[in-house]
């Protein structure tokens, strides 16, 4: 607020959606840094004899392959193969730990919970004892490092380590959703201002800026990563969302899997193409797609692109209209308005390999 933010209700909570032009919040990111709070999001820890056996139950992901320190995307899938959420899995030496979606926390808190029947394990909602910070851009490894003693050139791409930023205990992560190099920060909850006010003052001088909710929505959108009640649902299955490398059909059972190598052999039926507007038009969540006047799919997120300077989408199509080049119609305001089927991820995120 102090900030002067613009404030929305986003999930039961009090978000700041922006603090700047949207657009220049954006570009920032991608050529300095920016910082985001993202306390809505949930978190995790199991711990237990079985906590190995009970994660390979509930998550898409081999669980076992994670060396020491190490993250990786996963889905949650119900039985008919549907996702209940996708989620980080962090392996430590006394635990794991999960980092879930805002809007899912309660609801992903429950499935876990329900499932602890017959492992000896425990799954506890540390939520609200977390807070979370994001810092992403080219410049945030020099920002993080000036309030830390760790060597940050150390730290791989995925991996984690539990250090002090500040001097303030956090649990230190080269991940991030915003197809740039950067971290995730955990800590005491406490520590929230604190936390936020050292790192805007020291990346000041290397042209930090906060950035909302917005902006982390296009920065996401351009390398296409997924974001849940869009790209993914409950009605969507992880194959036809080009999600199947976070799928591994040999580990052994998982909730979902008979379904999900159904679809496998089967082929899915549609699948999540990425587009470019043709003529004059933004596409925007939930329009229809067309093909010679019939409605075939639908627009998951649509928007002005601020890296490529083009309109784009993200929507589900028929199988055998996902071919690149094939035209189609973005409903806009009841007209068709003609788009084209492009490659993705439009924007190759900038990752430190």
Same mark, same amino acid.
């Given at each position: 607020?102090?900030?002067?933010?613009?404030?929305?209700?986003?999930?039961?909570?009090?978000?700041?959606?922006?603090?700047?032009?949207?657009?220049?919040?954006?570009?920032?990111?991608?050529?300095?840094?920016?910082?985001?709070?993202?306390?809505?999001?949930?978190?995790?820890?199991?711990?237990?004899?079985?906590?190995?056996?009970?994660?390979?139950?509930?998550?898409?992901?081999?669980?076992?392959?994670?060396?020491?320190?190490?993250?990786?995307?996963?889905?949650?899938?119900?039985?008919?193969?549907?996702?209940?959420?996708?989620?980080?899995?962090?392996?430590?030496?006394?635990?794991?730990?999960?980092?879930?979606?805002?809007?899912?926390?309660?609801?992903?808190?429950?499935?876990?919970?329900?499932?602890?029947?017959?492992?000896?394990?425990?799954?506890? !909602?540390?939520?609200?004892?977390?807070?979370?910070? #994001? @810092?992403?851009?080219? +410049?945030?490894?020099?920002?993080?490092? %000036? /309030?830390?003693?760790?060597?940050?050139?150390?730290?791989?791409?995925?991996?984690?380590?539990?250090?002090?930023?500040?001097?303030?205990?956090?649990?230190?992560?080269?991940?991030?959703?915003?197809?740039?190099?950067?971290?995730?920060?955990?800590?005491?909850?406490?520590?929230?201002?604190?936390?936020?006010?050292?790192?805007?003052?020291?990346?000041?001088?290397?042209?930090?800026?906060?950035?909302?909710?917005?902006?982390?929505?296009?920065?996401?959108?351009?390398?296409?990563?997924?974001?849940?009640?869009?790209?993914?649902?409950?009605?969507?299955?992880?194959?036809?969302?080009?999600?199947?490398?976070?799928?591994?059909? !040999?580990?052994?059972?998982?909730?979902?899997?008979? #379904? @999900?190598?159904?679809? +496998?052999?089967?082929?899915?039926?549609? %699948? /999540?193409?990425?587009?470019?507007?043709?003529?004059?038009?933004?596409?925007?969540?939930?329009?229809?797609?067309?093909?010679?006047?019939?409605?075939?799919?639908?627009?998951?997120?649509?928007?002005?692109?601020?890296?490529?300077?083009?309109?784009?989408?993200?929507?589900?199509?028929?199988?055998?209209?996902?071919?690149?080049?094939?035209?189609?119609?973005?409903?806009?305001?009841?007209?068709?308005?003609?788009?084209?089927?492009?490659?993705?991820?439009?924007?190759?995120?900038?990752?430190?390999?």
């Amino acid at each position: 607020m102090a900030l002067k933010a613009r404030m929305v209700e986003f999930g039961g909570w009090n978000m700041p959606v922006q603090y700047a032009s949207i657009i220049d919040e954006h570009r920032n990111v991608r050529r300095a840094a920016g910082l985001f709070d993202i306390d809505h999001m949930g978190q995790m820890e199991v711990q237990g004899p079985d906590a190995l056996p009970y994660l390979q139950q509930l998550l898409t992901f081999d669980v076992s392959v994670l060396q020491m320190n190490q993250a990786h995307y996963s889905l949650v899938c119900y039985a008919d193969g549907g996702i209940v959420d996708d989620i980080f899995v962090y392996r430590f030496p006394d635990r794991y730990f999960l980092a879930i979606n805002a809007a899912n926390a309660e609801k992903d808190h429950q499935w876990f919970l329900y499932h602890t029947r017959g492992f000896g394990v425990d799954a506890k !909602d540390i939520s609200n004892s977390t807070y979370m910070l #994001a @810092l992403q851009g080219p +410049k945030a490894q020099a920002i993080l490092q %000036k /309030l830390t003693t760790v060597d940050l050139n150390g730290l791989q791409f995925h991996y984690a380590l539990e250090d002090r930023v500040a001097g303030i205990p956090t649990l230190i992560a080269r991940t991030g959703y915003t197809g740039e190099d950067g971290f995730e920060l955990f800590f005491p909850v406490a520590q929230g201002k604190a936390m936020w006010d050292r790192i805007m003052e020291a990346g000041k001088p290397l042209g930090l800026w906060p950035i909302g909710l917005a902006a982390r929505d296009s920065l996401r959108f351009e390398p296409k990563m997924p974001l849940y009640g869009q790209e993914i649902a409950a009605d969507i299955n992880p194959l036809e969302a080009g999600l199947g490398w976070a799928v591994d059909f !040999d580990k052994g059972e998982f909730i979902g899997r008979e #379904a @999900l190598l159904k679809v +496998k052999l089967e082929g899915p039926r549609r %699948k /999540l193409v990425g587009f470019e507007m043709v003529e004059r038009g933004v596409p925007r969540h939930n329009y229809e797609l067309a093909r010679d006047g019939k409605v075939v799919g639908y627009v998951t997120t649509g928007m002005y692109s601020p890296t490529l300077d083009k309109n784009l989408g993200l929507g589900y199509v028929p199988v055998e209209l996902s071919a690149l080049g094939t035209e189609i119609d973005v409903i806009i305001r009841g007209k068709p308005v003609r788009a084209k089927i492009v490659r993705t991820p439009f924007y190759t995120p900038a990752y430190k390999r």
